[in-house]
């Protein structure tokens, strides 16, 4: 099965803040990736599909990259609204896995 | 527009069975995609519990396979989960999904609660 990490798994920032997320899978998933947000008693929202892909009505401050065991989530400017957890999920192979969470606060 | 709904049974007692179904509006789910079941414990991250092809192949997390069965009614146009002998370890916000290439939608979840 393959494994999901992130790091870093909680961070502190600032309105306007750059921040960036990885994410490691144990063994390579092609681009097969996507990255989710998630508010308290929310459910999860896609932000990126195929590692790099904006989901639709998404903000252009989120970006995906990477391929094959390293992706990256970057917010280049962080908002208000953007205070959540982020989760990856690999769907390259079954089972799918999720990884362990980053929540961003203040 | 693709809407998915959650229903069933917010407590189940320990050793019992949690059944649970996911009712799809805007779309018929015989059509295509994969439907997938997620939980969430509370305070925890999220899990993949299984999927179900629109043709009926089933996928299933192998830490659970042995008490999951994800089943399909595309005359109701809903999807279900059964997960058997529940102890508290299984209370979870469960959420059902349509997993798509470009689209992604999500049910808004239920909490199932497993005590006695």
């Known amino acids: 099965d393959i494994q999901m990490t992130q790091s870093p798994s909680s961070l502190s920032a600032s309105v306007g803040d750059r921040v960036t997320i990885t994410c490691r899978a144990s063994q390579g998933i092609r681009n097969d990736l996507g990255w989710y947000q998630q508010k308290p008693g929310k459910a999860p929202k896609r932000l990126i599909y195929?590692?790099?892909s904006l989901q639709s009505g998404v903000p252009s401050r989120f970006s995906g990259s990477g391929s094959g065991t390293e992706f990256t989530l970057t917010i280049s400017s962080l908002q208000p609204e953007d205070f959540a957890t982020y989760y990856c999920l690999q769907h390259n192979s079954y089972p799918h896995a999720f990884g362990p969470g980053t929540k961003v606060d203040v | 527009q693709v809407q998915l709904q959650e229903s069933g049974p917010g407590l189940v007692k320990p050793s019992g069975t949690l059944s649970l179904t996911c009712t799809v509006s805007g779309f018929s789910i015989s059509s295509g995609y994969y439907w997938d079941w997620i939980r969430q414990p509370p305070g925890k991250g999220l899990e993949w519990i299984g999927s179900?092809?629109?043709?009926?192949?089933?996928y299933y997390n192998p830490s659970l396979k042995s008490r999951v069965t994800i089943s399909l009614d595309a005359s109701k146009n809903q999807f279900s989960l059964k997960l058997s002998s529940v102890t508290a370890a299984d209370t979870a916000v469960y959420y059902c999904k349509r997993r798509g290439a470009t689209t992604d939608y999500w049910g808004q979840g239920t909490l199932v609660t497993v005590s006695s």
């Open positions: 195929a590692a790099s």
């Open positions: 179900i092809y629109h043709s009926g192949s089933t």
